[in-house]
């Protein structure tokens, strides 16, 4: 997957929710993304081999308020507020994706459901709301059809 087949000129909140791009495509979604006005955020999950360490990089990265609790129901319902970061249209940029599900499958798993259930609300109010995921090209190879 490539990043030409997203067109962040617009409002179309219809495509929200998770995708596996390579980590070639990081850098031109990045770009593309921030020239049309959205909120992009990077997280790097290279040597992020739990939860505990996964959920304080995303809590970084996207400024959630120092009250939240640090667990999936309260990622989940950050994800779906951001009202501290108000954006015409989200962007999450997860680089090394494939590095975290290799060593850590089961929260690798929970977080594309909670970044797609975002991803779903999101579209819901007509706001666009995107996570991409970057993995190895070998990688491909191994994602079901």
Same mark, same amino acid.
């Given at each position: ?6 067109? #962040? ?8 929710? /998770?995708?596996? /791009?390579? =980590? *070639? *495509? ?6 593309? &993304? ?15 081999? %739990? $939860?505990?360490? !996964?959920? $304080? ?5 996207? %400024?959630?308020? %120092? ?21 015409? @249209?989200? /962007?999450?940029?997860?680089? =090394? ?8 499958? &089961? %929260?690798?798993? =929970?977080? !594309? ?5 975002? @991803? ?5 109010? @007509? +706001?666009? #709301?995107?996570? #991409?995921?970057? +993995?190895?090209?070998?990688? #491909?190879?191994? /994602?079901?059809?």
């Amino acid at each position: 997957m490539t990043s030409s087949r997203f067109d #962040f000129s617009t409002t179309d909140a219809s495509s929200s929710g /998770v995708y596996l /791009v390579t =980590h *070639d *495509d990081i850098a031109s979604i990045d770009a593309a &993304a921030s020239d049309a006005g959205w909120l992009v955020r990077g997280i790097e999950l290279t040597g992020c081999a %739990d $939860q505990a360490v !996964l959920l $304080q990089r995303i809590a970084t990265a996207l %400024d959630i308020p %120092d009250s939240w609790k640090s667990n999936w129901d309260a990622l989940a319902y950050c994800l779906r507020d951001l009202s501290w970061i108000p954006a015409p @249209g989200y /962007v999450v940029l997860f680089d =090394h994706a494939d590095a975290m599900r290799d060593s850590a499958k &089961a %929260d690798f798993t =929970h977080l !594309l459901d909670v970044f797609d259930e975002a @991803g779903f609300t999101w579209a819901e109010r @007509g +706001i666009p #709301f995107w996570a #991409f995921f970057a +993995i190895s090209e070998s990688a #491909f190879d191994e /994602v079901p059809e």
